[in-house]
């Protein structure tokens, strides 16, 4: 793994919800462009861009109808090139969103695929025949109903493990294969420095499973597709993957394999919710929030790299989920402290700079997310209105996709049209508000990156967890015997600084004044020894 991949901050934009230029309610690319001054007053070194590709949006782009191109809601080709430069200028590296699971069956691929069973793309899709009558295999799709879908035409079923518009490749085809490497090259030769990878773990399909999960030749493919594509260009890789252990990351991200350069660990985000049910609330177990991080960074200490991650585009507010409304700001920079001060990649989400907490959607027409609006449905005869309402609010991916609040002007400063999904933001969490605060959490995540990104210690130093417990967790970073302590409060109540943190230290960024031997509620303290 190189240096610089190891010390990248990446920011996440979520295209359709950040800055519209032009007033027809989507942002867009020029948007992003306008915003590169933020993004570097911010100290992120990398942007990720969800997908801004073609597409019919059933799924808000992760449904791609055309690899190579970009969205004409987005801007153009050339747009997309201006953009690329500028963030080079500026130190800032691009990462595209690589979502090669499925396509959106408005493909070309797709479209000629389903005209007869002797096409020559029909391979390049996943068809069996019914069994007796019914779809090959129980198989649920992950946005409801069944992962077959009964083509008319041909009398065959084709897969789509997410929506029926994401029809799934068949990357045992090498012809597929071959086309994603070559679209991959055709971005890296531009100059892109990388990708996310959608659900890159789904690829391999094994049909002997109850459930879809990683089949047998997933190894084998992204290793194929590095000596391809990906390896000579020295391009970064961000596999999303759940429901993985340290040591199947290792398999994907062990630098002598060859396949990605690290993935997502979600574990964490997990907590607070009834299993893989995400609309189901229950409490955080805030000890083994720390615990699973700690389990990570000490999984891939000596190889593979951990990625430090707590909201993307899926995922509802940090700090709804983990932190504490009574104490936004305390909460919200006591996460981010915990959660950065470890080694790894920082991922951050936009607006979670600015300590969002979810909006509120009041009727279920207000919703835009596929997933969010199936569920409601699945589950309305099951709980009446307001519970649903209540379960949406806490767990639909809308959380985060509502537009990024600029300013206090009308729909937050987003746009001067009428924006795709309600712009409900708090005026005084807004760019323009915290900018004007240096008390904000705005104002924290900026010291926070500088910090990191000029202290070797924080970068590449060792971790040791040293405590956690009764709320309160220490742990150490060091690096050629420099060491750093991280305290964090993860608790509504005060609580004496542990005896194991020495006396003379020096504060490098905390979220309240003055030191002191009490910890007060959610303090974090990043201390020099
Ligand atoms: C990933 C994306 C999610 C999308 C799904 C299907 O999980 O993050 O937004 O719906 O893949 O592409
Ligand atoms: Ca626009």
Same mark, same amino acid.
């Given at each position: 793994?190189?240096?610089?991949?190891?010390e990248?901050? *990446? +920011?996440q934009?979520?295209?359709?919800?950040f800055?519209?230029?032009?007033?027809d309610?989507i /942002?867009?690319?020029?948007?992003?462009l306008?915003k590169?001054?933020y993004?570097?007053a911010?100290?992120?070194n990398a942007v990720w861009?969800?997908p801004? +590709?073609?597409s019919?949006?059933?799924?808000?782009g992760?449904?791609i109808?055309?690899?190579?191109? *970009?969205? !004409?809601e987005?801007?153009?080709?050339?747009?997309f090139?201006?953009l690329?430069?500028?963030?080079?200028?500026?130190?800032?590296?691009?990462l595209?969103?690589?979502?090669?699971?499925?396509?959106s069956d408005e493909?070309?691929?797709?479209?000629?695929a389903?005209?007869s069973r002797?096409?020559?793309?029909?391979?390049y899709?996943i068809?069996?025949?019914p069994?007796?009558g019914?779809?090959?295999?129980?198989?649920?799709?992950a946005?409801? /109903?069944?992962a077959w879908?009964?083509d008319e035409?041909?009398g065959?079923?084709y897969?789509?493990?997410?929506s029926?518009?994401?029809?799934?490749l068949?990357?045992?085809?090498?012809k597929?294969r071959?086309?994603?490497?070559?679209m991959i090259n055709y971005?890296?030769?531009?100059?892109?420095?990388?990708f996310?990878?959608d659900? *890159?773990?789904s690829i391999s399909?094994?049909?002997?499973?109850?459930? !879809?999960?990683?089949?047998?030749?997933l190894?084998e +493919?992204?290793?194929e597709?590095h000596?391809?594509?990906?390896?000579?260009?020295?391009?970064l890789?961000?596999?999303?993957?759940?429901?993985?252990?340290?040591?199947?990351?290792l398999?994907?991200?062990?630098?002598?394999?060859?396949?990605?350069?690290?993935t997502?660990?979600?574990?964490?985000?997990?907590l607070?919710?009834v299993?893989w049910?995400k609309?189901r609330?229950?409490?955080?177990?805030?000890?083994a929030f720390v615990?699973i991080?700690a389990?990570?960074?000490?999984?891939?200490?000596?190889?593979?790299?951990?990625v430090l991650v707590?909201?993307?585009?899926d995922q509802p507010?940090?700090?709804?989920?983990?932190?504490?409304d009574?104490?936004p700001?305390?909460?919200?920079t006591?996460?981010a402290?915990l959660?950065?001060?470890?080694?790894?990649?920082?991922?951050v989400y936009?607006?979670?700079e600015?300590g969002?907490?979810?909006p509120t959607f009041p009727?279920?027409?207000?919703y835009?997310?596929i997933?969010?609006i199936n569920?409601?449905?699945?589950?309305?005869?099951?709980?009446?209105?307001?519970t649903?309402?209540e379960?949406m609010n806490f767990?639909s991916?809308?959380?985060?996709?509502?537009?990024m609040p600029?300013?206090?002007?009308?729909?937050a400063?987003?746009?001067t049209?009428t924006?795709w999904?309600?712009a409900?933001?708090?005026?005084?969490?807004?760019?323009?508000?915290?900018?004007?605060?240096?008390?904000?959490?705005l104002?924290?995540?900026r010291k926070?990156f500088r910090l990191?990104q000029?202290? !070797?210690?924080?970068?590449h130093?060792?971790f040791?967890?040293?405590?956690n417990e009764d709320?309160?967790a220490v742990?150490r970073?060091?690096?050629?015997?420099d060491v750093?302590l991280?305290?964090?409060?993860?608790a509504?109540?005060?609580? !004496?600084?542990?005896?194991?943190v020495?006396?003379n230290?020096?504060?490098?960024l905390?979220n309240y004044?003055n030191?002191?031997?009490t910890?007060?509620p959610y303090?974090?303290?990043?201390?020099?020894?």
């Amino acid at each position: 793994m190189q240096t610089w991949q190891k010390e990248t901050v *990446i +920011y996440q934009i979520y295209p359709k919800s950040f800055c519209d230029s032009n007033g027809d309610g989507i /942002g867009d690319i020029p948007g992003i462009l306008s915003k590169v001054p933020y993004l570097k007053a911010l100290g992120i070194n990398a942007v990720w861009l969800s997908p801004c +590709y073609p597409s019919p949006n059933d799924d808000n782009g992760y449904d791609i109808s055309d690899y190579r191109g *970009i969205a !004409p809601e987005y801007g153009t080709l050339d747009d997309f090139k201006t953009l690329l430069d500028t963030l080079h200028q500026n130190g800032i590296r691009l990462l595209l969103d690589l979502v090669v699971n499925h396509t959106s069956d408005e493909h070309a691929w797709f479209e000629a695929a389903r005209q007869s069973r002797d096409n020559p793309y029909r391979d390049y899709y996943i068809w069996r025949d019914p069994v007796d009558g019914h779809e090959p295999n129980g198989w649920r799709a992950a946005f409801g /109903g069944s992962a077959w879908e009964f083509d008319e035409k041909t009398g065959q079923y084709y897969l789509h493990l997410f929506s029926r518009k994401q029809p799934d490749l068949n990357w045992d085809n090498p012809k597929v294969r071959q086309e994603i490497a070559d679209m991959i090259n055709y971005w890296l030769d531009m100059g892109v420095d990388g990708f996310r990878c959608d659900v *890159i773990n789904s690829i391999s399909k094994d049909f002997t499973a109850d459930a !879809p999960g990683m089949g047998p030749h997933l190894h084998e +493919y992204l290793h194929e597709l590095h000596v391809k594509a990906l390896g000579p260009h020295g391009a970064l890789t961000v596999g999303e993957t759940w429901g993985m252990t340290p040591a199947q990351t290792l398999l994907m991200t062990s630098e002598a394999r060859g396949e990605l350069t690290m993935t997502f660990q979600f574990e964490h985000l997990m907590l607070g919710r009834v299993g893989w049910d995400k609309f189901r609330r229950c409490d955080v177990d805030r000890k083994a929030f720390v615990d699973i991080l700690a389990k990570w960074e000490y999984g891939l200490k000596d190889d593979g790299y951990p990625v430090l991650v707590m909201e993307n585009h899926d995922q509802p507010r940090a700090l709804s989920r983990f932190g504490d409304d009574r104490y936004p700001f305390e909460s919200a920079t006591m996460l981010a402290a915990l959660l950065y001060g470890m080694r790894g990649v920082a991922v951050v989400y936009e607006g979670q700079e600015l300590g969002l907490a979810n909006p509120t959607f009041p009727t279920l027409a207000d919703y835009r997310d596929i997933e969010t609006i199936n569920a409601y449905h699945e589950m309305e005869n099951d709980y009446d209105e307001q519970t649903l309402l209540e379960m949406m609010n806490f767990g639909s991916r809308d959380n985060s996709r509502v537009p990024m609040p600029w300013d206090g002007s009308a729909h937050a400063g987003f746009t001067t049209g009428t924006p795709w999904i309600v712009a409900d933001f708090d005026p005084t969490k807004t760019v323009a508000a915290e900018e004007a605060d240096e008390n904000s959490v705005l104002w924290f995540y900026r010291k926070l990156f500088r910090l990191r990104q000029n202290d !070797p210690v924080l970068l590449h130093g060792d971790f040791e967890l040293l405590q956690n417990e009764d709320g309160t967790a220490v742990y150490r970073r060091e690096k050629d015997g420099d060491v750093r302590l991280v305290v964090v409060r993860f608790a509504d109540t005060p609580a !004496p600084l542990p005896t194991i943190v020495p006396a003379n230290t020096e504060a490098l960024l905390a979220n309240y004044p003055n030191g002191g031997d009490t910890l007060r509620p959610y303090e974090a303290r990043i201390l020099k020894i």
